[in-house]
Nanobody, 118 residues
Framework: QVQLVESGGGLVQAGGSLRLSCAAS????????MGWYRQAPGKERELVAA???????VYADSVKGRFTISRDNAKNTLCLQMNSLKPEDTAMYYC????????????WGQGTQVTVSS
């Protein structure tokens, strides 16, 4: 099993910044890709950004140029730097991890709330 614990969410004004962190523990060696998802009220959960063990990244079109995902394999930590935040970025943000060979997330964190006021 892998445990994921997010931190860093909060309330920020539009145009501001937040940095989310995710600490991973447990059977870390089984993990390949990690990522951040978000879910706003009444909407489906969506991928925000993901990063492979080799450092390749993908971003949702809505966050390109504003968000940066990074991973410290030595510290088993995943981060999401969010700049130029918009009210539509308001959501619960979840850290996720995928085992090698699988196609979707296998482990989820409990989520951290991000609220952007206009």
């Amino acid at each position: 099993q892998v445990q994921l614990v997010e931190s860093g969410g909060g309330l920020v004004q539009a145009g501001g910044s937040l940095r989310l962190s995710c600490a991973a523990s447990g059977r870390i060696f089984s993990i390949n890709a990690m990522g951040w998802y978000r879910q706003a009220p009444g909407k489906e959960r969506e991928l925000v950004a993901a990063i492979s063990s080799g450092g390749s990244t993908v971003y949702a079109d809505s966050v390109k140029g504003r968000f940066t995902i990074s991973r410290d394999n030595a510290k088993n930590t995943l981060c999401l730097q969010m700049n130029s935040l918009k009210p539509e970025d308001t959501a619960m943000y979840y850290c996720a991890a995928r085992k090698a060979g699988n196609t979707g997330p296998d482990y989820w964190g409990q989520g951290t709330q991000v609220t952007v006021s206009s």
